[in-house]
């Protein structure tokens, strides 16, 4: 079972799919739930669980940056580990996909807690469920249009800017970590991407939804709003 803590804290979204969101929460502990509600999905594979999060200021550095033959992935560029001292907020190894990312509290964050090994279920479906309906949300709700993910760098972009970041990790048919979107602007943070080139691209460019709109948006009113889009759209 999940920590007594947590387990309240569940809803129920359709009748296989259960929420869980908690704002600007620790690293660690997010760690912690993700592989409890893991091990409570080996236990439950029909089922599925969403985590809505954010973190403090960190980085993560995944396995490593996925370079093909396209001229795309050919030039991406490698974090130079030898600069982890000079970060001035905390990088935590994992082993999503992926090279090295950032979290900041503006940033919205679904982890999927999901059973690979069943019918209808693939990573590429999963990874597209996720970049469609935050897409769809953007689109419909915030009019924030000309949004697109079919591109061999995986994201969701807007032109030649980048909104949100994917990454997965798979243990026995489970996936953990996922994806990221820029909601709100970070001066602090985003000054400090160009030191590490996020996902092996120039911080330049990285943009947040605020960058785009003329109003504040919040991260719980966000996820209401992607809610809605699932559960009107499947």
């Not at 804290?9 to 912690?32: H, M, P, R, S, V």
């Not at 000054?191 to 504040?216: A, F, H, Q, T, W």
Request: glycine residues 6%.
């Amino acid at each position: 079972m999940l920590q007594n803590k947590y387990q309240d804290q569940l809803f129920k979204i359709n009748d296989k799919t259960y929420g869980f969101i908690k704002w600007n929460w620790n690293y660690d502990e997010a760690l912690l739930f993700q592989e409890e509600a893991r091990q409570y999905i080996a236990e439950n594979r029909d089922l599925k669980i969403f985590i809505f999060t954010s973190h403090p200021r960190l980085f993560t550095l995944g396995r490593g940056l996925q370079k093909s033959k396209s001229e795309d992935t050919k030039a991406l560029i490698n974090f130079d580990e030898s600069m982890e001292k000079r970060l001035p907020f905390p990088l935590y190894r994992i082993k999503r996909g992926g090279g090295l990312t950032f979290h900041y509290p503006g940033q919205w964050i679904m982890y999927p807690i999901v059973n690979l090994n069943h019918p209808g279920h693939s990573l590429k479906e999963l990874i597209y469920f996720m970049l469609e309906n935050v897409k769809v949300t953007i689109e419909e709700h915030y009019h924030l249009t000309e949004l697109d993910y079919n591109r061999q760098l995986l994201g969701l972009w807007k032109e030649q800017h980048k909104l949100a970041s994917v990454g997965i990790e798979i243990k026995k048919f489970i996936t953990q970590h996922g994806l990221a979107l820029n909601v709100k602007k970070d001066l602090e943070m985003f000054k400090e991407l160009r030191n590490v080139n996020p996902c092996g691209l120039s911080s330049d460019i990285y943009r947040s939804m605020e960058d785009y709109l003329n109003e504040e948006i919040h991260l719980e009113e966000f996820t209401n709003k992607f809610l809605k889009t699932i559960s009107d759209r499947n």
